[in-house]
């Protein structure tokens, strides 16, 4: 349940970026801590399940185009 939360957080970067500061933020905790348990979840996609990396991944490699640096940093860290 938190996932769809935090992945609706990263699409607000050009509206509120303490709350995409906040959700990349943990993101980068959960990347890091479950590692293997992201690349085994699916998320629910307009009623499709979609691997949760499939949709990620490109929205943290946009966010490395922000021009905030701390957006740039999480986005880089759940990256690595």
Not at 13 to 35: K, M, Q, R, W
């Amino acid at each position: 349940e938190l996932l769809p939360t935090l992945i609706h957080f990263l699409d607000m970067h050009n509206i509120n970026i303490p709350y995409v500061d906040g959700a990349l933020f943990l993101l980068s905790e959960i990347c890091e801590t479950f590692t293997s348990k992201l690349e085994r979840t699916d998320i629910n996609i307009e009623n499709q399940l979609v691997p949760v990396l499939n949709i990620l991944i490109p929205k943290f490699i946009n966010l490395l185009k922000s021009e905030s640096e701390s957006l740039r940093f999480h986005s880089l860290k759940c990256l690595k």
